[in-house]
């Protein structure tokens, strides 16, 4: 088996509101293994993005991580001091920013934005650092990569920028990359070329890769595991094929089937399933399971209390926190 890199120990992080505190990040425990792309997918507000934070600890001010522990090669971020955690991110851990035109600086050149990493963590000169830049921007597939190299954002497509902040991410060599909505406001042609570059960077440079995003069609080609986040909790965790195949969770057969590939190939007309309802504001949590008002499989456990992430029946490599797991509804019923 291979080492692990990142391990997520029931991690919470928590939010102060106008509202009141609220937990987008709610004992989240994960581990992700080297070599090893890891999807972590769930609808908008499903708290995929603060756990990416988390992670990087890169909160806002108004969040702090209340528990839990971060281990990178069985060292605990959370004891770090700011310099240490500096020195790691980019160096070892890098995050591919959601809005490509939020990340980059609109006054600075691609260049020098590029440069500041390499000049940071692995000590080039200017002029170094710039030849790397240009080898930087032709490995993520930039035409014209010397040229390029003096644009500024506002001269490059969508496409190109998340392009450009992939190249900031690998700058460094890293062992995991985080990209968060990597694929966000492209079209559909667009986030298949995303993915397929992350796919062979990930083989080229032997990286991990913590791929978020909302959709499941996404990662069916490019992941070995997929982790589903619902309401700021897990919800099902497993091989990507068995997921996909035979998911568990009612959150995730709504996921897949809502999507027009989940059924492609079947002859005749497919009808899509939409699931109602949207996901619960976190300041407003329904008692027990936060998906049970949307589920069509709920019974009367399902209010009562959170359930537990418990291994499945079938087959040990998945979890699911589901009372229709037998598991998950003895674990409950031996803490009452």
Sequence with gaps: MPPTLLEIDQLTTTLSTDTGDIRPVSDVSLAIASGETLAVVGESGSGKSMLAFSIMQLLPRAAHIESGRILWKGQNLRELGA?????????????????????????????????????????????????????????????????????????????????????????????????DEPTTALDATLQAHILELLAKLKEKRQLSLLLITHDLSLVKANTDRIAVMYAGRLVEEGPTGSILDAPEHPYT????????????????????????????????????????????????????????????????????????????????????
């Excluded at 500096?86 to 440069?115: C, D, M, W, Y």
């Excluded at 809502?258 to 079947?266: Q, V, Y």
């Excluded at 998906?291 to 537990?308: G, K």
């Design 83 to 179: 310099e240490p955690l500096r020195k790691l991110r980019g160096k070892q851990i890098a995050l591919v920013f959601q809005e490509a035109g939020s990340a980059l600086n609109p006054v600075r050149t691609i260049g020098s934005q590029l440069a500041e990493p390499l000049r940071t963590h692995l000590g080039l000169d200017r002029k170094q650092a710039r030849e790397r830049a240009v080898e930087l921007l032709a490995e993520v597939q930039i035409p014209d990569p010397s040229r390029r190299v003096s644009d500024y954002p506002h001269q490059l497509s969508g496409g190109m920028k998340q392009r450009v902040l992939i190249a900031m991410a690998i700058s460094c060599d890293p062992e995991l990359v985080i990209a």
């Design 253 to 336: 057969r709504g996921l897949w089937q809502s999507l027009p590939k989940a059924r492609a190939g079947a002859p005749g007309k497919v009808k899509l399933h939409a699931m109602s309802g949207n996901v619960p504001h976190l300041a407003d949590l329904p008692p027990g399971c936060a998906f049970a008002p949307r589920c069509p499989d709920r019974f009367e456990p399902c209010e009562q209390e959170v359930p537990s992430l418990e291994a499945s029946p079938e087959t040990a490599t998945k979890r699911n926190a589901c009372y229709l797991n037998d598991a998950v509804l003895s674990s409950m019923t031996s803490r009452t």
